[in-house]
């Protein structure tokens, strides 16, 4: 289950799928399904702003900030969660 969270964004027929854990006794229809974490590389980004901050920065200007990639040796990969 838990590959599957992490591991997407996933898509079916060229869709979107959004999964979320699902509470017991919650009605489905109460189940927000409106956001989806995405990786964001960011390119010619200069050396020096190849940082977590500038990285927290970038990507709640795209959408909320999740997660940077600090095993990433150039820097630049962020997890974005952004409405749908």
Do not use: C
């Not at 591991?7 to 079916?12: D, L, T």
């Amino acid at each position: 289950m838990e590959g599957v969270l992490q591991g997407g964004p996933w898509s079916f027929d060229n869709q979107m799928l959004i999964v979320q854990r699902v509470q017991l006794g919650v009605q489905i229809e109460n189940i927000p399904l409106q956001h989806a974490e995405f990786w964001v590389q960011v390119h010619n980004l200069p050396t020096g702003l190849m940082l977590e901050k500038v990285g927290k920065a970038l990507g709640n200007y795209i959408g909320l900030f999740v997660e940077y990639d600090k095993n990433n040796n150039q820097g630049h990969l962020q997890k974005v969660g952004d409405p749908v």
